[in-house]
């Protein structure tokens, strides 16, 4: 399988260039996703700027549906990267171990997010009904529905993008989910 270095600041586009200068003042570092992605000249700022945008969803509900998709995705990287951006946004370890795994006892309204990720990913988008009309029971409207099936389309990129290119983790890697079997 081909090798993909992660690329450094002095081999990417000016664009680039000054995009990670802007990531390093706002995390410390570029993460290596990203990194990847300025293999394009045009791609990480696009993927940055669909990533960033406005959306329905809180915060921690963004988290919700990026674990799910990511543990259905089977991507270390983003399973790695968003435990650690669950637990600054409130989530015990217990917790995010719970919404990888597409449910959320501790929470009835997460709970229909996370099974709706989990669906949508798992089913490329043909949607179960019933888990769709738990969404809306819980609350959720039509602007919930469609800023989560972008939210998944968003996450179903860097979890494609790191799947094929295998760069290096640069967050603590998440533990394994261990699923129960019957």
Do not use: W
């Amino acid at each position: 399988m081909k090798t993909f270095n992660v690329p450094k600041r002095e081999n990417v586009s000016d664009n680039n260039k000054e995009i990670f200068d802007n990531l390093e003042d706002k995390l410390g570092f570029v993460p290596n996703i990203f990194a990847t992605y300025a293999y394009s000249d045009t791609a990480l700022e696009n993927y940055l700027n669909f990533s960033n945008a406005k959306t329905s969803l809180s915060a921690k509900e963004k988290e919700v549906v990026n674990l799910a998709v990511s543990q259905v995705n089977d991507c270390i990287y983003c399973l790695s990267a968003h435990t650690a951006i669950g637990k600054m946004n409130g989530f015990t370890d217990e917790q995010i171990l719970e919404l990888r795994s597409g449910s959320a006892s501790f929470d009835k309204k997460l709970d229909a997010l996370a099974q709706l990720a989990k669906n949508i990913t798992e089913n490329r988008g043909k949607t179960d009904e019933e888990v769709l009309e738990n969404f809306f029971e819980q609350g959720y409207t039509n602007a919930n529905l469609i800023d989560t099936i972008s939210l998944v389309g968003d996450k179903t990129i860097s979890n494609y993008v790191h799947r094929t290119t295998q760069v290096p983790v640069d967050f603590p890697e998440a533990q394994p989910l261990e699923l129960e079997t019957v």
